[in-house]
């Protein structure tokens, strides 16, 4: 392991570190122009005080506390390792909490999670990550949406100035005095009775979804 990696391990660095992320994410949201379209559903849902599961990629995660318009918390999952603690940091100083995966298997606590949503809750679920294969719904969050009986809300973003980073999710760096756009899709619910072997079907339904809400965002910016 490389001196750089094993100094980001240690608590103090990331919390440094996330600070100056979280300047710098302030920055650009002061600086640039953000729009947020078909947000109806999540206004109404909101308002209702009922929850929803929002799914995005995980490369959109870097502005994703602008499309957040509510009071209530948005608890993200997230990574127990070094990068997922970073990112709780960055989270920390938006309205948003990060609910740790165990190490050992990947897997949320399923208890932890079903609690949160009975709890009316919400939960954000970037369903590619914490590792990939990018832009692709892993089966976890169709089965908390099955289980649970809340709708996932499929949400897109794209920014006009923006750098790609070579990183297993070409995580998305948008710069300073950018035009971005946020849209939200319509929510999705996934019947009770979904039998195993229609899951994929699911995942795939989903993953068109949120690209189709980054295309739209896209579009808009191109327009």
Known sequence: MSFKKKLFKFSITQKFLAFLGYLYILFVGVTSKIEIDNDHFSKKMWNENKPFILAFWHSQLMMIGYVWKSKAVLNMLASSHSDGRFGAYIAGHFNLKNISIIAKN??????????????????????????????????????????????????GFA?????????????????????????????????????????????????????????????????
């Not at 369903?127 to 499929?154: F, L, N, T, W």
């Not at 297993?168 to 039998?195: A, E, Q």
Request: glycine fraction near 4%; include cysteine; charge should be positive.
């Open 106 to 155: 990947k897997s949320p606590s399923l208890r932890q999670i079903f609690k949160i949503l009975q709890d009316n809750h919400y939960l954000g679920i970037t369903p590619d990550g914490p590792r990939g294969p990018k832009m692709k719904v892993s089966e976890g969050i169709i089965k908390i949406a099955i289980h649970s009986q809340v709708p996932i809300i499929p949400l």
């Open 159 to 223: 920014s006009n100035k923006n750098l790609k980073l070579k990183s297993w999710d070409s995580f998305l760096i948008t710069y300073p005095f950018s035009k971005c756009k946020f849209v939200w899709g319509d929510p999705i619910t996934i019947p009770s009775n979904t039998k195993d072997n229609e899951i994929e079907k699911y995942k795939l339904y989903l993953e068109k979804k949120i690209n189709y809400c980054i295309n739209a965002a896209q579009s808009n910016l191109d327009a």
